[in-house]
């Protein structure tokens, strides 16, 4: 039976004739019997999504002390555990439990942010039909749509959502909405003719969609494939099957992490190299003085400070109606280099809007021009567009019905139109074969009745005989056929769907005959753009990012709409990157920014491509059919309104106002955390670094200027507090008219910074120690090299102001958390309980005198040392 399966959910059944698929599927237009249902669904399996095994919240826990950093501290934790069982006196255990309370802190925060289940497949079987209407022994019934096997026939009304995927075997008006698995905006006409093999998935005519929705009409279905063989199973498949990458973002952090993790080691071997030859202090006090170094080396506050930034950013995101899933999507945002969008519902509203009518005297752009309703040939046309078709106004939910014609019935009920004065006496529905509808209306004091027509000019004007013109009717010539032939086509240019407008007088008795119609007007209809979503782009290049476009519409649509956002050029067919090489589709992709007819691989395609020259690509889309495209994306973003379930689910954000803008808004908050983040690195590592090299040359002379306690108390308080306070920090001037960032968040520009200010704070603070040493003792000393660090810092963060052009005291969170650190720190030198926990003495005005002439130097130093790196290595 396997080949059976196989074949079935093989075969091209769009080029199949209704009765092939009937043979093919051994079924009938009565469709199957109840006993071979059952036998078919335990071939089949059942008609639903397999989702891939939830990812428990355990692991997703676990996963938070994965990270080198945070191997790190577990490492220098275990190493004071260690001393406090060694050492005769004590503490230790303190020392360690406060590392390990900032790593718990630290993976609690990680695990609250990140903490989703994975949603997308359940999302995406909500978008199966729960139940259907099936003909099983040739009676219909309600079933479960789970049971629904190949080879059963299902009955499709307006409304309806398709449970499976299938070939149409009768259609009555049938139009179904696809634009959430192919992108097309306007709903499909739906037929039993066959088409190609090869034709593209938005262009089978006489195939349904599992997910899609039923908009008009009625018909019936062959289903032919059903769960994961479906097309919505197929993007299912690929979603579960793609692995995510770390973000650029957690690349560098996990590479700055094992540089430091590697530093530590080479320090602490250093050192016991360095007593092993002089002898100067024992095994244990070596054995202190590494893990000193260790705790030195580590910045214990950098995980608890990004964690902690990116939180926030998340929460001023959250503002400006992005939602992030995921912490760090917050800095990658700031690093965009393409944006790749969808049209329907993105850049356009989603919505036809009546844009144009047009006669031989002229355009009238309806939005531009107060409409009379009395005037002709308007008058004639506004009841076209409002009674010869099939939409209502609903009291709560506003116009419903087909796009097309809900756009036609806000048209004409906009203008005034007198339409509940008539009353429908008939109607010859729409066809994809006939191409126009025509409805019989009579008007309660009038004699005749009228025959209203609208459709495709090809369809109508043939059967018009004269013309309506604001002087009255007239016959129509050839040369004004031809004219409004070229007036059809001018507007088709611009990406407006058009529609002619036809009427005659009839008693209201008469035939529906379509002929011998009088010519009113055409209709011109678009998708318009959102209003925002032109100033988004303009952002979006003038920050140096480029937008390109994808979309399911023919691509006279796609190059016109591009052209009215300010994205130029022409529009490619996705199906001519099919094929090429490796080389030329690299070249089209780059030199294009439209892609029309494209399908969900083709968008993948696009965006590997992209990704292979660009560090992070952007994803915005609100289908089904954009769900493997979201998850490849660097960033994938979904629409909240308008967005399905599993397009919000397979997001990394989510814009809750379905507003372009708000991607720039992201993109700008973005950089604002990645230049935060940078201050981070450069305000942490240098104290940092400068902590080591003070130990380590005072090392070298049998000395250990501060305790590893003082230390940590360094790292973890003093710095922790004032360099949250930094995430407050506003984006810098300009900082949208700057090309994305290339260079990580430890740089070569950096670095250097890093070291040279390092090196100068080792000289003042190892002077400072070597003076008190030689003034005082030993503890008076530390004490001074102990001060030296916490004030040193807060200078430090002066200088990196001024480096940036902040001004310096507008951040008052920053400075409070300062004055808070500074009083803390007068608590340890001069209550008893501080100095004994921390080993420190009070110092006196003479201490304090030298210590600050110091400090002062260094600031100089500093700020002097910072100008010349920028000038050598360029911008940090």
């Known amino acids: 039976m396997q080949s059976s399966v196989e074949e079935t959910t093989q075969a091209s059944w769009h080029s199949s004739s209704v009765e092939d698929a009937f043979e093919g599927l051994a079924s009938s237009a009565s469709g199957l019997s109840s006993a071979e249902a059952a036998t078919r669904l335990a071939t089949y399996g059942p008609n639903q999504l397999i989702g891939a095994p939830p990812v428990s919240a355990l692991k997703l826990l676990l996963d938070e002390f994965r990270s080198p950093l945070v191997l790190v501290l577990i490492g220098a934790a275990a190493v004071l555990v260690g001393v406090e069982f060694v050492a005769e006196e004590s503490g230790h255990l303190i020392d360690a439990g406060l590392i390990a309370l900032i790593v718990v802190l630290n993976a609690c925060l990680g695990f609250s942010q990140n903490y989703r289940a994975s949603r997308g497949i ?10 259907a209407t099936v003909l099983r022994d040739g009676v219909a019934e309600q079933v479960d749509a789970k049971v629904l096997v190949p080879g059963d026939v299902v009955l499709l009304e307006e409304g309806s959502r398709i449970p ?96 430091i993790g590697w530093a530590v080691a080479v320090l602490i071997g250093i050192v016991a190299v360095l007593q092993l030859v002089t002898g100067d202090l024992s095994l244990l006090e070596t054995f202190i003085t590494a893990v000193a170094l260790a705790v030195a080396a580590v910045p214990e506050g950098l995980p608890v400070v990004l964690t902690l930034a990116l939180a926030f950013g998340t929460r001023r995101m959250l503002e400006r109606k992005a939602l992030v899933r995921s912490l760090p999507v917050v800095e990658i945002v700031g690093a965009a280099e393409v944006i790749c969008t969808d049209k329907t519902g993105t850049v356009t509203e989603g919505r036809m809007t009546m844009r144009r009518v047009a006669t031989l005297s002229g355009e009238l752009d309806t939005q531009d021009i107060a409409l009379d309703a009395h005037a002709e040939p308007l008058a004639v046309s506004l009841l076209v567009a409002g009674l010869c078709n099939n939409a209502h106004r609903h009291p709560e939910h506003g116009y419903v019905g087909d796009p097309t014609e809900t756009a036609l019935l806000e048209f004409a009920v906009h203008a005034g139109a007198p339409l509940d004065e008539y009353e429908r006496k008939g109607e010859v529905p729409f066809t994809s074969e006939r191409r126009m509808m025509s409805v019989a209306v009579q008007h309660p004091v009038a004699a005749d009745g009228l025959l209203l027509t609208k459709g495709a000019l090809e369809a109508v004007l043939p059967l ?30 611009q990406a407006l769907r058009v529609l002619a407008f036809a009427y005659k007088e009839q008693p209201a008795d008469a ?41 399911g519409d023919n691509s006279l649509t796609a190059a016109a709409i591009g052209r009215e956002v300010g994205l130029d050029g022409e529009a490619i067919e996705a199906k001519e990157l099919d094929g090429l090489d490796e080389a030329e589709l ?55 309104i308008k967005g399905t379930d599993v397009a919000r689910d397979t997001s990394d954000m989510v814009l809750l106002d379905d507003n372009l803008a708000t991607i720039v808004a992201a993109v700008e908050e973005g950089r604002r955390i990645f230049r935060n983040i940078k201050k981070f690195v450069n305000y942490m590592l240098t104290g940092n670094l400068a902590e080591v090299l003070v130990i380590l040359v005072a090392t070298i002379f ?53 070291g040279s200010v390092g090196v100068v704070i080792t000289i003042i603070l190892i002077a400072t120690f070597f003076v008190g040493l030689r003034l005082w003792d030993l503890e008076t ?39 808070v650190s500074l009083l803390m720190q007068a608590v340890i030198l001069y209550t008893p309980i501080g100095s004994a926990a921390f080993g420190t003495v009070p110092l006196g005005l003479e201490q304090w005198g030298i210590l600050l002439a110091g400090l002062l130097v260094g600031f100089a130093a500093t700020t002097v040392t910072g100008k010349l790196v920028v000038r050598r290595f360029g911008p940090l």
Request: charged content about 20%.
């Open 781 to 819: 000393a530390r004490t001074m090299t102990f001060t030296g660090f916490v004030v040193q810092e807060y200078l430090r963060l002066l200088v990196i102001r001024i480096q940036e052009g902040m001004p310096i005291w507008t951040n008052r969170w920053l400075w409070a958390s300062v004055s």
């Open 164 to 259: 499976a995927d299938g070939r149409v075997i009768s259609s009555i008006d049938l139009s179904v909405d696809e634009a959430a698995l192919t992108g097309e905006s306007l709903p499909v006409r739906k037929n039993t003719q066959p088409v190609s093999a090869d034709a593209a998935l938005a262009e089978r005519f006489c195939m349904a969609y599992s997910g899609t929705v039923v908009m008009r009409g009625r018909g019936r279905m062959l289903i032919a494939r059903t769960g994961m063989q479906t097309e919505v199973g197929g993007i299912a498949a690929e979603v579960q099957t793609t692995e995510s990458e770390p973000t650029v973002f957690q690349r560098e952090i996990s590479r700055l992490a094992a540089r």
């Open 511 to 551: 035939p529906m005959a379509e002929e011998g119609l009088t010519f009113a007007a055409l209709g011109a209809m678009s998708d318009p753009p959102r209003p925002e979503a032109t100033h988004a782009i303009e952002a979006a290049h003038r920050a140096g990012i480029r937008v390109v476009m994808i979309t």
């Open 586 to 640: 690299k070249r089209v992709i780059d030199e294009t920014s439209i892609f029309a007819r494209a399908e969900p691989r083709h968008k993948v395609l696009i965006l590997r491509t992209l990704k292979e020259d660009h560090d992070v690509v952007l994803m915005t889309g609100d289908g089904v059919n954009d769900a493997p495209a979201l998850h490849n994306a660097d960033v994938g973003v979904a629409m909240g």
């Open 702 to 754: 049998g000395y250990l200027p501060v305790t590893a306690v003082q230390i940590l108390w360094i790292n973890l308080v003093t710095d922790s507090g004032p360099a949250v306070a930094l995430a407050s920090d506003p984006a810098p001037q300009g900082a949208m008219r700057e090309p994305p960032r290339h260079g990580a968040v430890l740089g070569r520009s950096m670095a250097a910074l890093v």
């Open 464 to 493: 018009c005989t004269s013309i309506r013109t604001p002087d009255g009717v007239s016959p129509l010539s050839d040369e004004e056929r031809n004219a409004l032939l070229g007036q059809n086509t001018g507007l088709a240019g």
């Open 122 to 131: 359940e999302a995406l079987n909500r978008l199966a039909a729960p139940s």
